[in-house]
């Protein structure tokens, strides 16, 4: 069951939403695109993105990217997505310092249980729902971040610049990658807590790495990011910002580095957004 008000991304569709009401003080914008490889095939996009408001407006990210080799990747993909979400929004405060990493890999165990007794229930191998995450949770002054996979989480604040939050994690050939339903995935995590009060950040899988970080060090390459974060901070129509992302992914200089299908999750903090909402409130 999706949480009450997630903001979800199934296949390139995103539900319909407007700024500011609902997630302020962020504003959120994501997209998905099938790939060319999927596309040839007649397969469906893979990978899957949603976000929602959790404990004390704190914003929740999670982008996940589904096996192409697995047979119920997508699917393993929205169901670890939807059963991270429902766990961290589902929390009554927030907590500080070390929590929220734990609250993450919290929510990082709920998915893979999640995704055991889906195979269960299918009477397949696990393996067959095999998907990457990644997962952050944003607040007025920290962002934290967990990542099982390729993909990457970054973030930008106005002491900072734009700063890379994890990197992709590479197999021991090229193009694999970590699964959480590896027995091993729990002793892979990463988790990584960025003090400092965001500004924007975003998060994306795999397919867009070769744009969007400098390899091979895996460090963010600004100019790509520097005009999408402007971009994000003054949307004001979440469905017309949603469209032009997608016409950015599926655009030629885009497309022209990947046939992998693509997932981009942006967003920017706006305090003014919560007082305009406190006041109408």
Request: include cysteine; hydrophobic fraction near 40%.
């Amino acid at each position: 069951m999706i949480s009450k008000g997630l903001r979800w991304l199934r296949g390139g569709r995103s539900v319909s939403q407007r700024f500011p009401e609902g997630l302020a003080p962020w504003r959120v914008v994501g997209a998905s695109i099938t790939g060319s490889s999927h596309q040839r095939f007649g397969e469906p996009c893979q990978d899957a993105a949603g976000w929602a408001l959790g404990p004390e407006r704190s914003l929740i990210v999670a982008v996940a990217d589904g096996a192409g080799s697995a047979k119920l990747g997508g699917e393993g993909a929205r169901l670890a997505i939807s059963t991270a979400i429902d766990h961290l929004t589902g929390r009554r405060s927030l907590g500080s310092g070390e929590s929220h990493e734990k609250d993450l890999i919290a929510a990082l165990e709920r998915a893979r249980s999640a995704l055991a007794s889906e195979a269960e229930d299918r009477g397949v191998d696990i393996r067959e729902l095999a998907t990457t995450l990644i997962l952050l949770q944003a607040t007025h002054d920290s962002v934290t971040a967990l990542q099982v996979g390729d993909g990457s989480a970054v973030i930008e604040d106005n002491q900072n610049g734009i700063t890379g939050l994890t990197k992709p994690q590479v197999g021991e050939y090229v193009n694999e990658t970590i699964f959480i339903t590896a027995e091993d995935a729990m002793d892979r995590v990463e988790t990584t807590t960025h003090l400092g009060a965001p500004s924007g950040g975003a998060v994306f899988s795999d397919g867009l790495q070769l744009l969007a970080l400098k390899m091979p060090e895996a460090t963010p390459h600004p100019p790509f990011f520097e005009p999408l974060l402007r971009f994000v901070s003054t949307a004001t129509d979440a469905q017309a910002t949603g469209e032009e992302l997608r016409s950015f992914l599926a655009s030629p200089r885009v497309t022209s580095q990947t046939t992998d299908d693509l997932t981009l999750v942006l967003f920017s903090r706006d305090d003014n957004l919560a007082a305009n909402q406190d006041r109408s409130g």
